[in-house]
Nanobody
Framework: QVQLVESGGGLVQPGGSLTLSCAVSGGHFSDYDMYWYRQAPGKQREWVATMPKSGTTAYNGFVAGRFAIIGENIENTVYLQMSALKEEDTAVYYC????????WGQGTQVTVSS
């Protein structure tokens, strides 16, 4: 029912910024716990940020205030704003919706390199 489509990834220099988009269809993100995850080659997928259906947003400690997860109701889109990017932020970033059933997007590549 729910489909998630990520976009906005690309190549950025260390210290730069990117905003990733997760376009939601088949439902509205406000009916789900929304997440961003990331996975680097050869590594486990790791949690980045959460925007709960009810409650406050939460972030993995490695974000250190650099990222923000934001929902835009009219556009039915969840964003991940990223700044002060580091080379270790390089990964495929995935959107997730969860309210009993779990849905994943296809991912978008973020490469941080000089």
């Amino acid at each position: 029912q729910v489909q998630l489509v990520e976009s906005g990834g690309g190549l950025v220099q260390p210290g730069g910024s990117l905003t990733l988009s997760c376009a939601v269809s088949g439902g509205h993100f406000s009916d789900y716990d929304m997440y961003w995850y990331r996975q680097a080659p050869g590594k486990q997928r790791e949690w980045v940020a959460t925007m709960p259906k009810s409650g406050t947003t939460a972030y993995n400690g490695f974000v250190a205030g650099r990222f923000a997860i934001i929902g835009e109701n009219i556009e039915n889109t969840v964003y991940l704003q990223m700044s002060a990017l580091k080379e270790e932020d390089t990964a495929v970033y995935y959107c997730r919706a969860d309210w009993g059933s779990v849905y994943w997007g296809q991912g978008t590549q973020v490469t941080v390199s000089s």
